[in-house]
Every structure is written in structure tokens, then in C-alpha cells.
């Protein structure tokens, strides 16, 4: 048995490389791609998979006639949101990369997939998980601390949703953070943006970068940096391939990859 896969944003960056991974493998059939901006050309054309030759459209429609039972989603927040609402009216599963989803808005996506899952997920990179959980255990020991992401000069939303998933588990696992001794800047800004818990995050956006992330932690005499480095778009493939394969025994709505890693 196949899983039937299609694609949100297939013509991107992500979604070109997702097409690419689902179509690698024999148990994933792809059978749809989405994307406007590459309406009516084939998908070979658009992604340069071997193998299915149909058209990229811009109707999600073409995903229920496809029978697509798990839709991946890597495009704009705004698109994202309206594509998971059709996914969880329609009872197709959602697996969704698309950064910039906050936890206030959880519940109601949550409250939306009754008759099918969603997992949504800042980082589908092993690396970045392990970064976050181990600045999640870092947390409790140090009294200050800064993100610091840095991402390729085509990213156009910031900070990453790595950065604010980070920040919000850390904030989660200590409230004794040490307030910012700075009480005037000459330029604004240059503290960065106050996350989750007052921990500032800093935007890179950099000409030859892919996706990084260091964290920097500090208490009395000493410092902890925790650094990920994508160099690569492969890198998160396998996570992504992962939360296909396993989206339907997930019900309900799934922050993260860590509940699918042992
Ligand atoms: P991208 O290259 O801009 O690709 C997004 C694609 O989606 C574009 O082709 C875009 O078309 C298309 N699109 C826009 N609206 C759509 C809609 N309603 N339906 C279908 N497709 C639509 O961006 P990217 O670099 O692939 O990144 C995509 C998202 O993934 C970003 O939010 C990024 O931060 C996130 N990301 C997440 C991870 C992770 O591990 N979770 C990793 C990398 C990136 P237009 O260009 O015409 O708008």
C-alpha cells in the first residue's frame, strides 16, 4: 500500500525538494502539486522528479481528485492557513513546514482537524530538533540567553519559526531569566526582538546561507553555545518523509518532530 502525497507550494524552494523526496520513495506516491505561480506546467518541469508526469495547478481541488491522503505544506503563512483549513474540512492529513504559526493560533487548528491530523513543525531537520530540546534542558541553569538565527537572503518573514519555537520551550522550562541591563539604545533595534520571556532574537538574512541557529547561553563565569547549521535543503527530508509516513496514527494536532523521534 502507497501513501497518496501531494504538495502546497510545490514550485518553491522546500516544496521542490519535498516532491523530489516523496517521489524517491516506494512507498509514497506523489499525485498532486499546488502552487500558482506554475499553473499548468508539468510537474517534471517544475520540480525535476522522474516519474509523475501531471500538471502543477493552482486549485487545491485537484488534491481531493487525486485522492491525496496526506498534503505537505512548505508556502506563505497566509496561504498555509487557508490550505489547512481545506485539508481539515476535506479529511486530508496535514504535514506542515510553513514557518510562523504561533501558539495562540494551535487550539484553533487543533479544534479544526476532527476527521484527519496535522503536524506542524518550526524545523524538520534531526540537528535543529536536538538544538531545541537541548536549550530546553539548558533552560533551568542559566539566567540569561539569546537566539541568534540566520537564514538565506530569499527568506522574507522573520524571526524563523525555529527561533520562536525555541524561545517559547525555553521560556516554558524557566521563568528565572535575568531582565536586559540596556535602558538606552542609540540605534533601535539593537538588541533584537523581544521573544518568548524577554529572550532576544536576532534576524540574519545572508547571501550563501541556507538555515542556522545558535544559542547563546549565560550564568555567573561562564557561557553555553548551542549551534545548527542546514547547509542543505536534504537535510530536511528525511524528518519531512518521517511525518508522512506516520501523520495518520497521529490524531489531532502535533507541534514538532520529537514525538515521532524515540
Ligand atoms: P518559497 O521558495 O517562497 O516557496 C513557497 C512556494 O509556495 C512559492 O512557489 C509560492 O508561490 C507558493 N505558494 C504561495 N501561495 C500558495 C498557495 N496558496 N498554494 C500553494 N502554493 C503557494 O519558500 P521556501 O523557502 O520553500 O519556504 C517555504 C516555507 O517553509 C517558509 O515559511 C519557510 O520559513 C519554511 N521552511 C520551513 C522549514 C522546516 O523545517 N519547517 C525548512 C525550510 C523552510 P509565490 O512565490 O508566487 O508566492
Redesign the pocket.
Known amino acids: 500500500m502507497t501513501i497518496k502525497v501531494g504538495v502546497?507550494?510545490?514550485?518553491?524552494?522546500?516544496?521542490t525538494e519535498v516532491a523530489n523526496a516523496v517521489s524517491a520513495e516506494p512507498d509514497l506516491d506523489l499525485v498532486a502539486a499546488?502552487?500558482?505561480?506554475?499553473e499548468g506546467i508539468g510537474v517534471e518541469q517544475v520540480t525535476g522528479v522522474s516519474g509523475p508526469t501531471f500538471a502543477v495547478v493552482?486549485d487545491?481541488a485537484a488534491a481531493l481528485a487525486a485522492g491525496v491522503e496526506v498534503m505537505v505544506d512548505?508556502?506563505?503563512?497566509d496561504?498555509a492557513r487557508?490550505?489547512l483549513e481545506f485539508c481539515a474540512d476535506n479529511g486530508i492529513h496535514a504535514v506542515v513546514?510553513?514557518?510562523?504559526f504561533t501558539e495562540d493560533e494551535h487550539a484553533d487548528i487543533a479544534a479544526r482537524f476532527t476527521s484527519s491530523n496535522c503536524l506542524i513543525?518550526?524545523?524538520?531537520?534531526i540537528g535543529?530538533v536536538l538544538m531545541m530540546r537541548f536549550a530546553e534542558l539548558a533552560a533551568p541553569h542559566f539566567e540569561t540567553a539569546e537566539i541568534i538565527e540566520l537564514h538565506h537572503d530569499?527568506?522574507?518573514?522573520s524571526p524563523?519559526?525555529t527561533a520562536i519555537g525555541t524561545a517559547e520551550r525555553m521560556a516554558r522550562a524557566s521563568e528565572a531569566w535575568g531582565p536586559d541591563p540596556v535602558t538606552s539604545q542609540t540605534i533601535p533595534g539593537a538588541r533584537g526582538a523581544k521573544g518568548p520571556a524577554g529572550i532576544p532574537i536576532h534576524s540574519v538574512r545572508m547571501r550563501g546561507m541556507t538555515?542556522h541557529q545558535e544559542i547563546i547561553l549565560g550564568t555567573a563565569g561562564q557561557t553555553l553555545v548551542i549551534r545548527h547549521d542546514s547547509f542543505d535543503?536534504s537535510s530536511?527530508m528525511p524528518?519531512v518523509v518521517l511525518a508522512v509516513r506516520r501523520i495518520a496514527s497521529l490524531p489531532g494536532l502535533t507541534i514538532g518532530l520529537d514525538a515521532l523521534l524515540d
Open positions: 502546497f507550494g510545490a514550485g518553491g524552494r522546500m516544496g499546488i502552487d500558482p505561480s506554475y493552482s487545491p512548505f508556502t506563505h503563512l496561504a487557508a490550505n513546514g510553513t514557518s510562523g513543525a518550526p524545523n524538520f531537520a535543529a530569499g527568506k522574507i518573514d524563523s519559526g538555515a535543503r530536511f524528518g
